[in-house]
């Protein structure tokens, strides 16, 4: 299987890691869309949320911890978490991926 995040999750793709554990790796987004534009993966590959199931449980509630334990470690006070799942959403990489973006203000419904 030929996957980026697989590949920054292995070492074998650089990235600027922000976090790792034996689960989860964070690392800034190539492209970002806030000053601060964060990415928490599962090192384990789901393509999306969707193909998640309940042995995943406890995985994905420790990405939501990543995500605080980010937010505190960068200062955000304020900040937004989203993840797209499926093309129509606007998902371009197939290992599922949560962004932690802040830094400016973010419209409600998000476009
Ligand atoms: P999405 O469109 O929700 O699938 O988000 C994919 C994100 O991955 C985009 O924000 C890209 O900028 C980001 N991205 C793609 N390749 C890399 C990479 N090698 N390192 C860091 N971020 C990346």
New binding site residues.
């Given amino acids: 299987m030929n996957c980026?995040f697989c590949g920054?999750a292995d070492g074998s793709?650089k990235?600027q890691l922000v976090y790792e554990d034996e689960d989860v790796v964070a690392?800034?987004?190539?492209?970002p869309?806030a000053p601060t534009h964060l990415?928490i993966i599962p090192r384990k590959h789901i393509a999306r949320l969707s193909e998640a199931d309940e042995k995943d449980a406890l995985l994905l509630g420790k990405i939501l911890l990543v995500a605080k334990k980010l937010a505190q470690q960068f200062d955000l006070k304020d900040f937004r978490l989203v993840t797209?799942n499926g093309k129509g959403a606007?998902?371009?990489?197939d290992h599922l991926?949560f962004?932690l973006m802040a830094g400016r203000r973010f419209l409600w419904p998000a476009g």
């Avoid at 690392?27 to 492209?31: G, H, P, S, T």
């Avoid at 606007?90 to 990489?93: A, F, T």
């Fill in positions: 980026i920054i793709i990235s690392f800034k987004d190539l492209n869309q990415l797209n606007g998902q371009s990489v991926h962004h």
